[in-house]
């Protein structure tokens, strides 16, 4: 038994052993071949397939060098990434054909005389490096620049070989941690592209709402919410009442609405770097997306529209507030602590006022009335005396010697002022007071003394500071003691005391007209603009000598001025002739028409220079004239053009003679055609249609005598010619006028006056003075009082 079993166990032992002689050959080629023996049969047998494969290196160990790993780093400045990172073998992944520095790691690297990479393990696929190409090396560190080719082999395996003689023997490093790839892989995407898009969307929806909310919602202060709630529309205080509880959290509502928009916009961020990769497409998408859909927009529709995207937003913002709260209402009680809380503040007066000026140029287009007066009223409390007073050189004011005769007191009540100051020497002097009411019971015939009326009355005058506030000087006029005082202003003197000089006077009516933005006219104002000292176009001009007796001359032009006259007109257009208008008719029209500019009936102020003579306007430019005028004697002032050019015309020379050339084509006309009566003629006259615009200005400033006929006065010339040369016609008369051949009375006729400028019949007397000398008056300058 025992040596059948030992004999079992030598035969398991032989057979065992016949396979390992078998593959143990092939481990050392090179030694057959270095004895120049051939090789076995097993060799011999595949001869193709030895010619193809490359040839194995033999297997070396290295005694002392130790790789521990490696690493590699693109060239400096390199815009590249070139280094990938590592794959799931650990294997490190770059780009192929790219330069990069690879650095190694180990011990006893002093030993190394060369090292390579190889693809197919053969160490002689690829450069070798020496040790003159190592560009640094120390006992544990290496570093060489190489580059890596784009190959069917993608994985490069280290090679090191220690010093040699002759030929290197490289060792493969089988390490994964030293094996380089150039082959990338495809990164797996974060998420699928139909749950990644939509979530890009929503994010970009939320930072939108975010940003908008933060804009719309935190300009609406609590303060104007309430003026919603207040005054808005029902949509509007719907709205404000569901935002306001939601406002007043102020810096928790602040906080919720940031973080969540830096949440949102990184989320963008880091979704669109998973979705594109790294690199400037990802910054530049990021920063489009966040910017214009993130910002831009929502933040333009909630500066129009914030009040109702607020309140339909207000649940979204409500679920913030309680997701966040943990966070926020820390960072919140810390603003709240050394910021305060928010204060509700009411706007102040200078800017609420400012606010009104742009609000009613938005809204309305203009100010309207109301708007002055509410404006007015709220600028008066920043405005003092000197804003709304009449200038000292504007103030009317009479001397204390003054006589008042009939003559004079009807310049006083053509001034149409109800309160006159009273000066002593110098016009800055002011004594007393005359009220226009005090002169009720008074008789002009005694000549009595204004001083001696302004002590009878002994009306007070009060005076203040030019730095006044006009509320405080409002509310001295309210009390009723006073309507009316006199400004001063304190001047400085070297060497003397500083003294109180009169620079104007102010009045409540000013102070009214400050806060309703516009001037109160009555029926005795004699100006319409205290600032510009605009005169009064008076519909109707009282005449107060019918009341107050006054000596005027009658006036008419002499028998040699009459027949030079005659002679010029006949001779200067046809219409003058006897074809159309008779001698005598002619000799009546003129004597008839003739007028005469005469001194301003205020002479004694013309006299100290202090009212100025207002001219006598004889033609507007642009506005239509049916007046043909011949100076006779002086001069008129003409302006031409833009530039306004100055002319003067003397004696004989006339204006409008368009208008009589009208007069004839229309008599010709009215001639010719037998259906067009006279009737028509006579109204084509009074509709004005016989006339001319004229392009200049043509005014009279000095003593003139000139003759000025109208169409109509021309059409009744004509129509008392025809009656002259043949009787039987019968003439269409267009009103009441009588013809000029009937004998025309010569009843005394009131001057036509023209402003403060009297227009008179002319007689052979001269113009008379209207006020005595004796007078010897010094008012000052007129303004409104």
Known sequence: MSKGKWALVALLILISNLPLSVHSRPQSPSNDQSDGKPSNSNVSESPAIIQDAPPKPEIYHLAKVRVAGLRLEAKVFSSENVVMGHNRRHNVVIKPNEAVRVILFGQNFQDIGAISFTADGSCTDMEHFYEADFSSMTNIRLVVEMKFPSSEAKVFKLCVSEKFYANPKFAVIEDSFTTITTDVPIPEPFMPSYISIPALIILLCLSGLFSGLNLGLMTLSPYELQLYIASGTKAEKRAAERILPLRKKGNQLLCTLLIGNVIVNVGVSLLLDKILGSGYIVLLSATFGIVVFGEIIPQALCVKWGLPIGSKTVPITQLLLILTWPLTILISMVLDLFLKEELTRSLERSKLVEMLKMSEKTVIGGQSDEFKMVLGALELYDKTVAHSMTRFEDIFSVPSYLELNPTMVTQILEMGYTRIPIYEGDPKNVVSLLFVKDLALLDPQENLKVMNIANLYNHEVRRVLIDMPLRTMLEEFKRGEYHMALVEKLVEQEDRDPVYELCGLITLEDIIEEIIQCEIIDET?????????????????????????????????????????????????????????????????????????????????????????????????????????????????????????????????????????????????????????????????????????????????????????????????????????????????????????????????????????????????????????????????????
């Open 525 to 785: 104002d004699a100006v319409t603009d205290n600032v510009n000292r605009k005169k009064r176009q008076r519909k109707k001009n009282h005449d107060m000598s019918q009341i107050i007796k006054t000596s005027h001359v009658k006036c008419a032009i002499n028998i040699q001025l009459l027949a030079v006259t005659i002679q010029v007109m006949s001779t200067c257009h046809p219409v003058f002739s006897s074809k159309y208008i008779v001698p005598s008719v002619l000799e009546k029209l003129i004597r008839t028409h003739c007028k005469k500019v005469e001194a301003t009936q205020f002479s004694c102020l013309k006299e100290i220079g202090l009212v100025q003579n207002k001219p006598a306007v004889l033609y507007t430019k642009g506005e239509m004239s049916t007046s043909f005028v011949m100076i006779l004697t002086g001069s008129v002032l003409v302006k031409i053009g833009k530039e306004e050019m100055e002319l003067e015309a003397g004696a004989w020379h006339n204006f409008g003679t368009e208008v009589l050339d009208a007069m004839v084509e229309a008599i010709a006309k009215s001639q010719a055609d037998e259906e067009k009566s006279t009737m028509s003629l006579n109204a084509e006259v009074a509709n004005n249609t016989v006339g001319f615009v004229p392009d200049f200005d043509a005014s009279i400033v000095s003593q003139c005598t000139f003759c000025e006929i109208s169409a109509a006065d021309l059409l009744l010339a004509f129509n008392s010619s025809q009656l002259v040369n043949n009787p039987n016609n019968q003439v269409i008369r267009t009103d009441s006028r009588t013809s000029l051949i009937e004998e025309i009375p010569k009843e005394f006729i009131l001057p036509r006056r023209n402003g403060s400028v009297k227009l008179r019949t002319v007689s052979e007397s001269e113009t008379t003075q209207l006020l005595p000398e004796m007078n010897g008056c010094k008012f000052a300058k007129g303004n409104e009082i």
